[in-house]
């Protein structure tokens, strides 16, 4: 395997699309042998670089790795099926898994090893290399098209969205439901992006996730938690009782099962619509951005929603925001949530402010505001502060404050 150095240019931006495709019965089979193979390789991976560290000391490199797969095709020549690519991903994967292991280890704390993978648990196989590997045929008709993957051949694929970029990679997975996806990322260049900005805006935010509310607003709005949350959530705690009753190896278990994974992939989908559109609207209308950067904390601040639907609608919120925000060429600032709802947004006291009281009451200054309300004004007078506008009256100098993300904590 070449040793190419890697360049340290910096990344460039990319966007990913998804769409469905509909492997034939004799392709999906193929595809499910894949995926099995795969994760033998992806364990036997860790396996051997575990025993090298243990025993030797020796971390391998996904070099040496790489090296070895052609050895291993010849003892199991059931691995040659599989594309090489998508098998040097597999051993891709097993070094970012060691190299966050080293990290967090360096780091000082106390990582767990990488852990093996069961079948059921691998679910997505990478086709890298555009044009070698898998090639993308857009049938000009309706949403019409083909993914073709080398050693598989043309799957249809439902294409509802045109690709603006140069494809670089293409993750096929299946849902725990047997649906299957294509994730093909896209290098996007300048044109692109400048495509993509929205014309200027005055206009100033600072978000706080709510206590009683998805998101308080600092001009007062509010974003509401959806009515699904609370359904979805009934009726998730309903199905995973009926598959805790039934006995293993049953076919009721399988049903219970399928309908389990139903509603979360349900829950997932409609949690990606709300925020798409919040997200959307938020970065359409403002052009100064202020959120809390997300810490642990936050994630509890909701006692209402099952902490699970909060916890990935949080932090999906977020890190949407951010990508929307920086393709659309708005300021997004980052600030430390520390004391944001403590302090009040008119004089600066602090209080202690327990997560029962919901109103701000300041001694100093007589201000009585909602709590969230309060926490949205300190989070957008810490942003402004952070990148120096004192003042609603200092234009915007856009060739002076590089846009994009900035993190103060
Ligand atoms: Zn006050």
Known sequence: MSKREKSPT???????????IYPTHKQERTLEKWLVLCCETYNAAIDERKSAYR????????????????????????????????????????????????KRVEEGKKPGFPRFKSRIRYHSLTFKQFGNSFQIHAMGKKNRGTLELSKLGQVKMVMHRQITGTPKTAIVKRTPTGKWFVNIT??????????????????????????????????????????????????????????????????????????????????????????????????ARFGFIAVEALVVRNLVKNPRLSKSIADASWSMFFTRLVVKAEEAGRHVVKVNPAYTSQTCS????????????????????????????????????????????????????????????????
Request: charged content about 30%.
């Open 10 to 20: 910096e990344k460039k931006p990319t966007k990913t699309y998804q769409f469905r």
């Open 55 to 102: 025993l030797a000391g020796v971390s391998l490199s996904y070099e040496d790795q790489c090296a070895e797969l052609p050895d291993c095709k010849e003892v199991r020549p059931d691995l040659a099926e599989v594309p090489s690519q998508v098998l040097q991903d597999v051993v891709k994967r097993v070094d970012l898994a060691f190299q966050a292991f080293f």
């Open 186 to 283: 896209v290098e996007l260049r300048a044109k692109h992006l400048q495509e993509k900005h929205l014309p200027p805006s005055q206009e100033e935010v600072g978000i706080d996730v709510g206590l009683s509310t998805f998101a308080y607003l600092s001009t007062e709005e509010t974003i509401a938690n959806p009515r699904f949350f609370r359904e979805e959530e009934a009726k998730l705690a309903r199905a995973q009782r009926q598959l805790s009753k039934a006995s293993k190896g049953t076919k009721e278990r399988d049903r219970a099962r399928t309908i389990v994974a139903r509603i979360h992939e349900r829950i997932a989908n409609r949690r990606k619509n709300f925020i798409e559109q919040e997200v959307c609207r938020l970065v």
């Open 346 to 409: 008119a004089c600066g006291h602090h209080q202690p402010m327990p997560l029962s009281v919901r109103v701000y009451e300041c001694p100093q200054c007589g201000l009585v505001i909602h709590r969230d309300h309060n926490g949205s004004l300190n989070i957008l007078a810490d942003a402004r502060q952070a990148v120096g506008r004192h003042s609603r009256v200092i234009p915007e100098a856009p060739s002076l404050q590089p846009w994009g993300v900035v993190t103060f904590l």
